[in-house]
Antibody, heavy 114, light 114 residues
């Protein structure tokens, strides 16, 4: 069964750091573009970051310079290192797998509260 | 950045009746490869988003055929031919034409039963 499972969320003070993890099963993260998408309480979806072929990365302007996406091919996992956190970063963070220009696979999400 | 604008933001519908959601992009979503990377996602209450339709009109396997997508260029529509109770939730359009350098979502349309 294909599955993404996020972990690492929690309560952190403004200016603090947190590292989110996304464990994949049923498919290989290194063969897919993998993104983080967040959703503030009661709000819509906001794309955060993507890691793609060759481990190149891209970020939304709102997190550029503060967040870092990475992956561990041996563990089949994707990570999001979040530094200098702000109250506006409070959200559920979803790990998502991309194909055909869309996010066809989503995890259950992990809540980050700043 | 491409801005996605959905209308309406709220749609009360009677069970068994049709529903329609519009999505407009601030620029053409036609990619240089000829594809249009516009997709529709459904988010039921308390659940992560779920892909329904990709590349304008392609239904993901398992999605009921009462859901259909259409459109071209900058104007797109999601139609539900006969709304069922399980269709309650928020619907998002999303562009992946700028992948991997950016993705954007519409504000979301809340579908509720009258």
């Amino acid at each position: 069964d294909v599955q993404l499972v996020e972990s690492g969320g929690g309560l952190v003070q403004s200016g603090g750091s947190l590292r989110l993890s996304c464990a994949a099963s049923g498919f290989t993260v290194s063969s897919n573009y993998m993104s983080w998408v967040r959703q503030a309480p009661g709000k819509g979806l906001e794309w955060v970051s993507v890691i793609y072929y060759g481990d190149d990365t891209s970020y939304a302007d709102s997190v550029k310079g503060r967040f870092t996406i990475s992956r561990d091919k041996s563990k089949n996992m994707v990570f999001l290192q979040m530094n200098s956190l702000r109250p506006e970063d409070t959200a559920v963070y979803y790990c998502a797998g991309e194909g055909s220009g869309t996010f066809y696979m989503w995890g259950q999400g992990t809540l980050v509260t700043v | 950045d491409i801005v996605m604008t959905q209308t309406p933001l709220s749609s009360p519908v009677t069970l068994g009746q049709p529903a329609s959601i519009s999505c407009r992009s601030s620029q053409s979503l036609v990619h240089s490869d000829g594809n249009t990377y516009l997709s529709w996602l459904q988010q039921r209450p308390g659940q992560p988003p779920r892909l329904l339709i990709y590349k304008v009109s392609n239904r993901l396997s398992g999605v009921p055929d009462r859901f259909s997508g259409s459109g071209a260029g900058t104007d797109f529509t999601l139609k539900i031919s006969r709304v069922e109770a399980e269709d309650v939730g928020v619907y998002y359009c999303m562009q992946g034409t700028q992948s991997p350098h950016g993705y954007s979502f519409g504000q979301g349309t809340k579908l509720e039963i009258k």
